[in-house]
């Protein structure tokens, strides 16, 4: 049996006549778009499962030790089209696939998608108009513990000390009426005191 993960088998050619076929819509089971596109063009159907390709962490006993690694996902989850010869739809056919759910309806009818917005969506999936441009940069903290800082607290701006810092949050003790006040900043609300009386904005 063909893997979930392999590639779709039969991709839609870029001169793929989409006007010339009727167009439906099925909802696959969770995670089975792509087996349920293969199942189709195994029954001599046309069937059209756009992807996007995303950035990842791969497969490891430790997560932050996983690689990233770039993957294929559809672009729209548990949607698949279906195209038929015009005048012929084979429901039979669908309906034998086991992973799909149901027919996109309206009002009890199969409901019919325009082929030239598939068109649209498949000149620009291959255009790359879909995927992430880049592997996700990994955010680094660039307070360290000791650090002076001035934070927003609910719009006044309170000097504070680092006691802990991570690129999603920033745990400070802040002064006040005397007393000692453990808090959780956000990173955006948070300056770096550079110098006695100047300060500069961080990005984290």
């Given at each position: 049996?063909?893997?979930?993960?392999?590639?779709?088998?039969?991709?839609?050619?870029?001169?793929?006549?989409?006007?010339?076929?009727?167009?439906?819509?099925?909802?696959?089971?969770?995670?089975?778009?792509?087996?349920?596109?293969?199942?189709?063009?195994?029954?001599?159907?046309?069937?059209?499962?756009?992807?996007?390709?995303?950035?990842?962490?791969?497969?490891?006993?430790?997560?932050?030790?996983?690689?990233?690694?770039?993957?294929?996902?559809?672009?729209?989850?548990?949607?698949?089209?279906?195209?038929?010869?015009?005048?012929?739809?084979?429901?039979?056919?669908?309906?034998?696939?086991?992973?799909?759910?149901?027919?996109?309806?309206?009002?009890?009818?199969?409901?019919?998608?325009?082929?030239?917005?598939l068109e649209?969506?498949?000149?620009?999936?291959?255009?790359?108009?879909?995927?992430?441009?880049?592997?996700?940069?990994?955010?680094?903290?660039?307070?360290?513990?000791?650090?002076?800082?001035?934070?927003?607290?609910?719009?006044?701006?309170?000097?504070?000390?680092?006691?802990?810092?991570s690129p999603?949050?920033?745990?400070?003790?802040?002064?006040?009426?005397?007393?000692?006040?453990?808090?959780?900043?956000?990173?955006?609300?948070?300056?770096?005191?550079?110098?006695?009386?100047?300060?500069?904005?961080?990005?984290?």
């Open positions: 049996m063909t893997r979930p993960d392999e590639p779709l088998p039969a991709r839609l050619p870029l001169g793929c006549d989409f006007d010339a076929l009727d167009w439906y819509a099925v909802i696959a089971a969770p995670r089975r778009e792509r087996q349920v596109a293969r199942d189709l063009v195994d029954r001599m159907l046309w069937a059209y499962c756009p992807l996007t390709r995303r950035w990842a962490r791969g497969r490891h006993r430790t997560p932050m030790h996983a690689r990233w690694v770039e993957t294929e996902r559809p672009l729209f989850t548990r949607y698949v089209f279906v195209g038929f010869s015009v005048g012929f739809p084979a429901w039979h056919l669908v309906h034998e696939v086991d992973d799909i759910e149901r027919v996109v309806s309206s009002r009890g009818m199969p409901l019919r998608i325009p082929g030239a917005q649209v969506i498949h000149d620009r999936e291959m255009a790359g108009a879909f995927d992430e441009d880049a592997r996700p940069r990994r955010r680094r903290a660039r307070f360290a513990e000791g650090d002076r800082v001035i934070v927003d607290v609910l719009g006044v701006e309170r000097e504070a000390i680092v006691q802990q810092a999603r949050a920033a745990k400070l003790m802040l002064e006040v009426l005397g007393a000692g006040l453990r808090i959780a900043a956000d990173p955006d609300r948070v300056k770096l005191v550079r110098d006695l009386g100047r300060e500069e904005t961080q990005s984290w």
